[in-house]
């Protein structure tokens, strides 16, 4: 059964970048399609970005220019670059795996923008 553990999250300035890792083991990521999702106190969870198996990517329109996702197979790992970080990208980052009969979710990395 697959996996996920997210980390890289932790304490940033506006301004600057942090880079999410998405670890799976279990199963081969590259046989789900990921997404990025993201959940602030007292708000709904957003999607972020995500990666299709085919290697299609889309971004919600506020992190489109700022954030990149992409995927090592060779690592079995989904990450997630940001930069031009700002306090509203403050939430809870998970990388939950669509897969065919059911979606798999990890614990979540805590990213906090502040000065």
């Known amino acids: 059964q697959l996996q996920l553990v997210e980390s890289g999250g932790g304490l940033v300035q506006p301004g600057g970048s942090l880079r999410l890792s998405c670890s799976a083991s279990?199963?081969?990521?590259?046989?789900?399609?990921i997404g990025w999702f993201r959940q602030a106190p007292g708000k709904e969870r957003e999607r972020v970005a995500s990666?299709?198996?085919?290697?299609?990517?889309s971004y919600t329109s506020s992190v489109k220019v700022r954030f990149t996702i992409s995927r090592d197979n060779a690592k079995n790992t989904v990450y997630l670059q940001m930069n031009s970080l700002k306090s509203e990208d403050t939430a809870v980052y998970y990388c939950?795996?669509?897969?065919?009969?059911?979606?798999?979710w990890g614990q979540g990395t805590q990213v906090t923008v502040a000065s």
């Open positions: 990666i299709l198996k085919n290697g299609y990517i």
């Open positions: 279990g199963d081969t990521l590259e046989y789900y399609a």
């Open positions: 939950p795996a669509e897969g065919s009969f059911r979606d798999y």
